[in-house]
């Protein structure tokens, strides 16, 4: 992908608006944590690994901005950023993990010149930023070695470059199985209800000539029937210690159909998704998003006014139906916690 998703330009993060893909590419300056918060919030940015670089890049800015401030004040805005940042979206981990890493730098040199503790944080949310591409692209290696020439892949929701700092999980996997000459093809969801497949993944994959087919959600079902997709490709926001997968509405639906015609279903994740806290997927927060995003699309309504709308954003895969999670470290089938813990 050209198009980058975060990129750091005159001292201020610039995120892509992910809102107006494919048809208008802008990008929006952010200047504090509040600014990132929002663009979290607003789905300006969105994707668990893109979420959580932005969020570093939050604390970096705000630490520049009160840069100026006498010491106490200067800890006490910044404790503050922390929680406007934490507060922006619940169920994408790699958040609070890129928070951690953030916090812990800040009060370690906290006692420093302020200016210094700026230029550490920046130095950090950079780091951050260029490791989640090296962690996609070792992901996509070991991906790429389950994948046979010619084989169709379902992928739900989105993500690539654009959920991610650059390269993507999902489609990272597929990017790295064509560049060693593989010919794949795909079928991507449409995602309803934010189009992310739509407007995001057939985007990206049309932009690297990857031969994409769109599909509404409820068309998965008939293409796996009809033998026309052999594995499921997906991410995830959030993995619990036993193995089951927080990700986007849907892929719980699409990981039983592929269960009953024996579709393997693959889930690309950094460790960093993986929150060994949470004991399962039952303890995952869930986020509901506005109705408005259900009853109609920009400027057209096309569901009765007052009607009652749920609209939660994920969905929980148990890890029975999961036949390998791929990540940086290699592929580890049959997830369970034992599995898990092993990995750290």
């Not at 609070?96 to 920046?122: D, G, P, T």
Request: glycine share 6%.
């Amino acid at each position: 992908m050209t198009v980058e998703t975060l990129r750091w330009r005159n001292n201020q993060l610039e995120m892509i608006d992910q809102r107006c893909l494919p048809s208008v590419i802008q990008f929006l300056p952010c200047s504090d944590a509040q600014t990132v918060a929002e663009g979290i919030k607003q789905m300006v940015v969105r994707g668990a690994p893109a979420i959580g670089v932005a969020a570093a890049y939050g604390v970096a800015l705000e630490a520049q901005k009160l840069a100026s401030l006498p010491r106490e004040d200067f800890v006490e805005r910044m404790a503050r950023a922390f929680d406007v940042l934490a507060a922006s979206r619940p169920t994408a981990v790699n958040l609070f993990w890129a928070l951690k890493r953030m916090r812990i730098r800040f009060y370690e040199h906290s006692k420093n010149e302020n200016l210094f503790v700026a230029r550490l944080l920046l130095d950090e949310a950079h780091a951050i930023y260029h490791e989640d591409i090296e962690t996609n692209k070792r992901m996509g290696v070991f991906g790429a070695s389950i994948l046979d020439d010619g084989m169709c892949i379902l992928t739900h929701c989105n993500a690539g470059a654009l959920a991610t700092a650059g390269h993507g999980t999902a489609l990272g996997v597929i990017r790295s199985a064509v560049a060693e000459g593989k010919k794949i093809t795909v079928f991507a969801d449409e995602t309803r209800p934010f189009l992310q497949g739509a407007r995001l993944t057939a985007w990206e994959l049309s932009e690297d000539g990857i031969d994409t087919t769109l599909i509404t959600d409820n068309m998965a079902g008939h293409f796996m029937k009809s033998g026309e997709i052999d594995a499921v490709i997906v991410g995830t926001d959030r993995i619990a210690a036993n193995g089951d997968v927080a990700n986007k509405i849907g892929t719980y639906m699409v990981a039983v159909l592929a269960k009953e015609h024996n579709i393997p279903v693959y889930v690309a994740c950094p460790l960093s998704t993986i929150d060994l806290s949470i004991p399962s997927g039952d303890d995952i927060p869930i986020e509901e998003r506005s109705s408005s995003e259900v009853t109609g699309y920009g400027d057209i309504q096309w569901a009765p006014e007052n009607i009652k709308v749920r609209n939660p954003s994920f969905d929980i895969t148990p890890a029975s139906l999961i036949t390998a999670l791929i990540t940086e470290q290699g592929i580890v089938y049959a997830p369970n916690k034992k599995k898990l813990e092993a990995l750290f």
